[in-house]
């Protein structure tokens, strides 16, 4: 009987020789004349141990990583094939406590199963909630995502099933689900998860999607940065073609939905999704101007849903288990469990989703076991390069959209990066600015001026010229960037450098000891 042993092909673990342990593996078990069958997983997301290797031992799945070429044939003279003991053996996957600690719905899957495998994907509860929308009228399947408490996990945290109503509301010949994959955030990583890991959900959330609001073409825009995403998601949408699940006839219901992939160039203001919609109609990826909102005029001038991947793959199972079910998990306003990406200076990064509500002092000390440098703790960015950094007093607020805007912060798209004590946040503060004057699209003054002059005010406070006037001066078009600009790029830009101000203003003064620090993202 053949042994099933799991390599993963996340572009992570790729990076870390995921490939050429795979290739060592099947030689050295050719070698031994072994029957030894290898499936390409996604990753599981603790990727301080990638490449983690699984072997399939009476039922339950054996881990051992990091694995090195070089550790190969221990591994087999260790007879791990059978679950031996060795010294990078982790014993069974599931009881690892990074994993074991999580409440996974939306990456339930990813990791386990074989990603282009669709019967691995139904026999993992895989297009139950397809056919349970089949069986539901639109409102009924709108319904049920408001109910369900889903919000936006690409950004601003707006209620899904609002959007959703909206487009269904709106009369047209055509509408259109437009999926936001350009994950252009730092720390993040949980849309190319799913994309390379589980793109049977992806697929699965948009067509549900199609079914509640009238649509019958959907898009995927992916970041160029992320190629094997791009081709995953196109094996996978070929392969739902040829089993019915996408096409004129879907599961024999004779309703259609098409799916299509479009991959970016590059420009981070893609994100936002009016400049998303412009890229995809293959013009320059500027904002426009609202109104009209996306869900009344988007793609091609035609109602269109737009969400991004998280949002998306989170739909297969409120619909299979009902609004309650996801309900259940959360606190407030915040309902479900968020996909968290821990980064930056953090021993074990990886993806962590739990419910809304855990706290970052729990994230950082618990999931990721602190500095990887050993050095104290100092700051943690959450949300992206647009977000806010907290210091240690604040590492208690609970993971939730309101209590992080209470604090002038974002969830955003949940990534976590944490900086130890040598970073400089004045350098940081600086570091926003310049960010926001390279990806400006340059459409509106406050963002394509602003942080252009916000450069060289925070230059201005590093060589300690005028430091309290230019305070003043950066506080001022803080304002003017927040009030003014077209679209969150420009508007919160200011959020990392107030906070750094308000925070860390040790940093911004020249002549205290922190000052011949320069350790910038």
């Known amino acids: 009987m053949s042994v099933r042993v799991f390599v993963p092909g996340d572009s992570a673990a790729l990076s870390v020789g995921a490939d050429e342990v795979a290739e060592r593996l099947a030689a050295e078990a050719r070698a031994r004349k072994l029957d030894l069958t290898i499936v390409r997983n996604g990753s599981r997301g603790l990727y301080w141990l990638e490449p983690l290797i699984e072997v399939q031992v009476d039922g339950a799945r054996i881990a051992y990583g990091p694995v090195a070429v070089e550790d190969v044939a221990s591994l087999f003279d260790a007879n791990f094939v059978a679950g031996g003991a060795h010294k990078l053996r982790q014993g069974p996957t599931d009881e690892i406590p990074y994993l074991k600690k999580q409440q996974r719905l939306t990456f339930a899957r990813c990791g386990i199963t074989d990603p282009l495998s669709l019967d691995d994907y139904r026999a993992h509860g895989g297009y139950r909630g397809l056919t349970r929308a089949l069986e539901l009228a639109p409102d009924a399947i709108v319904k049920e995502v408001i109910d369900s408490g889903l919000r936006g996990r690409g950004g601003a945290g707006f209620p899904t099933g609002i959007k959703w109503r909206t487009v269904l509301a709106t009369p047209a010949d055509r509408k259109y689900i437009v999926c936001n994959a350009d994950e252009g955030d730092s720390g993040t990583f949980s849309d190319r998860m799913i994309m390379e890991g589980d793109p049977f959900v992806l697929i699965e959330g948009m067509t549900i999607a199609g079914l509640a609001v009238g649509a019958t073409e959907g898009y995927i825009y992916i970041r160029s940065e992320y190629p094997h995403a791009f081709r995953q998601m196109n094996r996978a949408i070929e392969l739902a073609h040829r089993a019915g699940l996408l096409g004129s006839n879907l599961m024999g219901s004779g309703k259609a939905f098409e799916l299509h992939t479009r991959l970016g160039a590059g420009a981070y203001i893609c994100g936002e999704e009016t400049s998303l919609l412009e890229s995809l109609e293959g013009k320059r990826g500027q904002v426009r101007f609202k109104p009209p909102l996306p869900a009344i005029e988007g793609l091609f001038g035609k109602p269109t849903v737009i969400n991004n991947v998280i949002s ?37 990064g990886g993806l ?7 706290t970052l002092r729990q994230l950082i000390d618990e999931f990721g076991g602190g500095t990887a440098s050993g050095r104290p703790f100092r700051a943690v960015q959450v949300g992206g390069p647009l977000g806010a950094y907290f210091p240690e007093k604040l590492l208690d607020t609970p993971l939730d959209y309101e209590a992080f805007a209470a604090l002038k912060g974002m969830l ?19 570091f926003a600015m310049e960010f926001c004057a390279i990806e400006s699209c340059g459409k509106c003054t406050p963002c394509r001026i602003g942080s252009t002059r916000g450069v060289e005010v925070i230059d201005r406070i590093v060589a300690g010229t005028e430091i309290g006037k230019n305070l003043t001066v950066l506080d001022d078009l803080c304002e003017t960037m927040i009030d003014g600009s077209l679209c969150a790029l420009g508007g919160l830009t200011p959020f990392p450098v107030l906070s750094a101000v308000k925070h860390f203003p040790e940093d911004f003064d020249r002549s205290s000891p922190r000052a011949g620090r320069r350790s910038a993202a």
């Open 312 to 348: 998306l793959a989170s739909v297969p199972i409120i619909l299979d288990r009902g609004a309650e079910h996801y309900r259940d998990f959360g606190m407030g306003r915040s309902r479900g469990t968020l996909p968290i990406q821990l980064a930056g200076n953090i021993k074990q």
């Open 352 to 358: 962590v989703e739990l419910a809304f509500g855990i």
């Open 412 to 430: 955003g798209h949940g990534g976590v990066v944490v900086f130890d004590d040598s970073v400089d946040l004045a350098l940081q503060a600086r």
